[in-house]
């Protein structure tokens, strides 16, 4: 048991670092090596190994994933970042138009590739109007958390929580969206107060800032656009709709995307995120051993004693949202699920994890996959966020959101 959860407490270590201290090993590394650990030490058996990885999981966030990089392969993407750009209003404006298209996308087009595909696209079009591109790409990034907070269909996590918990695509946005669009305006006051007054650069920008030209280069297809926004409107319906196995409606649409006479398929599935894949995989692995040393359960038995039961919204919603912060969302998602009863209101459960996996989300880069492209890929292109002033704005976004999802919960 010692080595198992030397293995586990390492892995979710790498989780939070972002990195392995004293190895050049990332998230997605850390999480393959642990699972090989798992198997090694003998802390899981090859076949519980493979029966632990929830592929039904796997399969709905590949296909939503190919659903959403259908959209940056077509140029939507692009298109949208040029007519936010050619839109002639005072920064204010401009920042609560970017706030509102991006809590949108990121509802029903996952907001990890949004922020792939937006980030590059709005450091060139703030830019292009002398503007200084960080408040307008903090306001971004924290409306593609918040507004993934509504359906179960926004992010990696939400997915995963969703097949696990069998959640229902209308019954948790019933409960989510309404403090999802909530959080918008409020992240946008939030700006506005911390950067009043430095929307333009102050001095000359850095000259190493060159923003990849990558995503405007790609040429606007209507057809592609539609097609894509067709199929993206089938899998929701049927989500909601329907009772067909979720991962199959979701490859499915992948499928109809795939098979294209203008796009090549290689194209769009350089856009699907293959380390995160593996992340979640090496997760399963890792947590499934660790499930075995019967420490969870004990821990879990503790928090009842004290009167924190994970099984009770509001106390899964404080607990989910300070483990985003230590270990990132995706790695609190796939702790928390395994250990809730599906007995209970599980859409409430299911809100109560999205709202606090998002809002906390905001406070620290880390904190979200999302916060981690959207500042990586500004540094890629000569920007740099620092962890300051990433904190600075986010803190007051997720207090002011955090207060209002806890109201809102209270009130259920």
Request: aromatic content about 8%.
């Amino acid at each position: 048991m010692d080595l198992t959860l030397l293995i586990f407490l390492l892995v979710y270590l790498a989780m939070g670092l972002g990195t392995l201290p004293g190895f050049k090993v990332d998230r997605t590394g850390a999480s393959v090596v642990g699972g090989v650990a798992m198997l090694a030490a003998g802390s899981i058996s090859a076949q519980a190994a493979w029966t632990a990885i929830d592929y039904s999981s796997l399969g709905m966030l590949f296909g939503l994933m190919v659903v959403s990089a259908a959209f940056s392969v077509s140029g939507f993407y692009a298109w949208t970042a040029r007519r936010v750009a050619e839109t002639h209003v005072a920064e204010p404006v401009l920042l609560a138009i970017l706030i509102a298209v991006s809590g949108a996308m990121a509802a029903f087009l996952t907001n990890d590739v949004v922020a792939v595909a937006m980030t590059p696209l709005l450091i060139s079009v703030t830019l292009s109007r002398g503007l200084n591109p960080i408040p307008f790409l903090l306001g971004f990034c924290f409306a593609a958390n918040a507004g993934a907070a509504a359906t179960i269909i926004g992010s990696p996590q939400n997915m995963i929580a969703a097949q696990k918990l069998h959640l229902s695509f209308a019954g948790v946005s019933e409960i989510a969206a309404l403090p999802a669009l909530v959080s918008l305006p409020i992240i946008w006051a939030a700006i506005c107060l911390i950067y009043r007054g430095r929307w333009k650069w102050s001095y000359k920008p850095p000259e190493t800032i060159q923003p990849s030209a990558a995503g405007e280069a790609v040429e606007f297809s209507v057809a592609e656009t539609v097609k894509a926004a067709l199929v993206a409107a089938a899998v929701i319906a049927a989500f909601i709709f329907s009772d067909w196995p979720r991962e199959l409606v979701a490859l499915s649409g992948a499928g109809l995307l795939l098979l294209s006479r203008q796009v090549s398929s290689k194209d769009m599935l350089k856009h699907v995120d293959g380390n995160l894949i593996l992340l979640i995989v090496g997760l399963f692995v890792v947590n499934a051993a660790f499930a075995t040393t019967g420490l969870p359960q004990k821990l879990l038995g503790h928090l009842t004693a004290i009167g924190i039961d994970l099984n009770q919204p509001l106390s899964l919603f404080f607990v989910s949202a300070a483990l985003s912060n230590i270990v990132g969302n995706n790695p609190a998602v796939m702790l928390l699920v395994p250990y809730l009863q599906l007995d209970g209101d599980v859409n409430a459960l299911g809100a109560a994890l999205s709202l606090g996996t998002h809002f906390s989300s905001n406070l620290v880069v880390f904190g979200s996959l999302a916060g981690i492209i959207v500042v990586e890929r500004a540094a890629a292109n000569g920007l740099k966020i620092s962890f300051g002033e990433f904190t600075r704005a986010g803190a007051l976004v997720t207090l002011a959101t955090m207060a209002f999802a806890t109201v809102w919960i209270l009130l259920l």
